[in-house]
């Protein structure tokens, strides 16, 4: 996330992917992130060849939320009342692969709280277009766990540069839509942070993908990205995806570099009818380092609570930087005491507990 962050502070000072704040991180150098989404319209799956969903374990979320759906700005559940999920993003899947296992899960399921899962599929360096069946092997065991536990997974491209690999796109979600488009649990998220591609080129992608997914009868939410490492929601609120429903926005932010002007970016964005989806933020500088600021963090928090923004935070990884939960070395299989987490890990899982408790 953080790999063209250095350069990308320089010129906008905010962030997700890079070192400057303009930019989330999330690269085995440095960091990344991604974005974007709302919509009116889509293809039902055929009513001749139902298929039944699998059997959510008893009282798990997914059981009593069921399928998520866009309405308006807000992410809502099968019986029309809004959904927060909270969670944890995986690392890069090329660079993070012996994280991805349902153990991992498991922790998450059982001692973190987490509704939502992220799965980060690396697409480059050295990820999915050099390695798609290692790669999407490794999604499908977390997507396949979450499934097994009752919560929401969130299948990620993770790319900077998705609108140069539209084919590999429409191919890849083509194939998880044929899979999981009956699955409840399942959310697509398209692009994960556009740095310096346009909206209308990050929208023209969207639009590609989303006509794969729905014309294979899937319903599940899409979260697309947004420019400028996905924080750019108000661009898009100005020409928004049309033509598809369930399409949420993705928004990003690391802590300690977007603060209140991003804050209201998302807030205009939202009053012109966006849907959000916070699927990566950090504690930290949006380099991935800096120290971790927890007030400016929990002013983030109280703002997605009010607005009920789903979110995962990055990353649940052992990597030696200020985002990761886990401290290096920390067992790939869960099941952690604390000391293997860090200051951010303690903190963030905490918080995810919380909304646990306090959820429906």
């Not at 059997?55 to 009593?64: A, H, K, L, N, W």
Request: contains cysteine; glycine residues 10%; charged residues 20%.
């Amino acid at each position: 996330m953080a790999l063209l962050g250095a350069l990308a502070a320089l010129v906008t000072g905010c962030g997700g992917a890079e070192d400057d704040g303009t930019a989330p991180h999330g690269n085995m150098t440095t960091g990344t992130t991604s974005t974007s989404g709302t919509s009116t319209s889509s293809t039902d799956p055929d009513p001749e060849t139902p298929v039944d969903p699998p059997v959510q374990p008893e009282g798990s979320v997914v059981g009593r939320h069921g399928w998520l759906s866009v309405a308006g700005n807000r992410l809502e559940d099968e019986h029309g009342e809004a959904v927060q999920l909270r969670g944890m993003s995986l690392f890069w899947s090329q660079w993070a692969q012996n994280f991805y296992n349902a153990s991992i899960v498991d922790t998450l399921v059982d001692d973190w709280k987490a509704t939502v899962v992220r799965a980060a599929l690396g697409v480059e360096p050295d990820g999915y277009l050099v390695n798609p069946d290692a790669e999407k092997a490794r999604v499908k065991v977390v997507v396949d766990a979450a499934i097994a536990r009752g919560v929401y997974v969130i299948i990620d491209w993770h790319d900077h540069s998705a609108s140069q690999h539209t084919a590999q796109a429409r191919s890849f979600f083509t194939e998880m839509a044929e899979t999981y488009g009956q699955t409840p649990n399942v959310i697509f998220e398209i692009f994960n942070e556009p740095d310096g591609e346009p909206w209308s080129e990050v929208k023209a992608y969207a639009e590609d993908v989303l006509g794969a997914i729905r014309q294979t009868g899937a319903r599940n939410v899409v979260v697309v990205g947004t420019p400028t490492w996905s924080q750019d929601v108000d661009v898009a609120a100005d020409n928004p995806v049309v033509g598809f429903d369930n399409v949420a926005y993705t928004l990003h932010f690391y802590a300690g570099t977007h603060r209140q002007f991003l804050r209201d970016k998302a807030t205009t964005a939202m009053n012109k009818g966006l849907a959000l989806f916070v699927t990566e933020w950090g504690t930290c500088e949006a380099s991935g380092n800096g120290g971790i600021d927890l007030e400016e963090s929990q002013r983030w928090l109280d703002f997605m609570d009010t607005h009920k923004l789903s979110w995962a935070n990055w990353s649940l990884f052992d990597k030696e930087e200020a985002a990761s939960a886990l401290r290096p070395g920390a067992s790939p299989t869960g099941g952690w005491e604390e000391s293997a987490l860090t200051d951010a890990g303690k903190w963030v899982r905490e918080k995810i507990r919380a909304g646990a408790s306090n959820a429906p």
